[in-house]
């Protein structure tokens, strides 16, 4: 326990004090020292919204379980308050180790593709010390939604070797492309690379692509490449020698 008093003591000196003056924790006394102990957490937001939890710690323990508030740091939070709502920390009886829930939504109205932050200070009353960090901190981003496929295939020399199928969940095959002749419509090719667009339903798949050769995208002179992509989703992926058969199994919006 004296070791860890000493590194919360340290931690005192080295973290930042945020927007108040935290009061100064004083290990020979009973006072009540907290302090998170994550300092950022990244969060995805999916339609339903999610809830994440993170811990503080305390310097002792209580008979009686223990509530403390929290307060939002608006010169380094972005987004909209909207965007979660927040809990109080809350320690309870007999234990060192306490939680902060908070919750993410919104999601109609979070913008595409672009993080913002949360920052949460301790709002502490008086007597409490702050002990390690007096904040953390959530990156939260919104879940890309996305059923507009694209497969691009960089091709070596022998490009006739190749076919590709993605099959569903039952087995059924749902796109294929055989000898590039049995293929979905919106092929190109720039000398040498192929793309295709097509649209698949949320579900769950897999992406197989083979080589009759067995040396995958790789003639030994060119070093060719594959990627199924999603929106910035990247599904599948490989390049050069991947082999006789590559497989990857892959869900969308699940």
Not at 197 to 219: K, R
């Amino acid at each position: 326990m004296k070791n860890f008093i000493k590194v919360l003591v340290i931690g005192l000196l080295m973290s930042s004090c945020g927007e108040f003056e935290p009061v100064i924790y004083d290990p020979s006394s009973d006072q009540t020292g907290i302090g998170f102990t994550t300092a950022v957490t990244d969060i995805v937001v999916p339609q339903e919204g999610t809830s994440v939890t993170v811990t503080v710690q305390a310097t002792n323990t209580s008979s009686n379980a223990r509530s403390f508030d929290v307060a939002v740091d608006q010169d380094s939070s972005t987004g909209a308050s909207a965007d979660y709502t927040i809990g109080s920390i809350t320690i309870p009886a007999g234990s060192f180790e306490g939680t902060l829930e908070v919750s993410f939504g919104n999601f109609d109205n979070l913008p595409d593709l672009v993080t913002n932050v949360l920052v949460l200070n301790l709002d502490l009353p008086s007597g409490v010390a702050v002990v390690g960090s007096d904040s953390t901190t959530f990156r939260y981003v919104k879940e890309v939604v996305c059923n507009d496929m694209t497969l691009t295939l960089v091709e070596d020399n022998w490009a006739e070797e190749r076919d590709w199928n993605i099959t569903d969940s039952s087995g059924a095959i749902v796109v294929q492309c055989s000898d590039f002749g049995d293929c979905p419509t919106g092929i190109t090719v720039d000398p040498a690379t192929y793309t295709w667009n097509f649209t698949l339903p949320d579900g769950c798949y897999t992406f197989t692509i083979t080589d009759s050769y067995g040396d995958g995208q790789s003639d030994g002179t060119i070093v060719g490449n594959y990627q199924l992509s999603c929106s910035i989703i990247v599904h599948a992926a490989n390049e050069g020698n991947w082999g006789s058969e590559d497989v990857t199994d892959f869900c969308l919006n699940q």
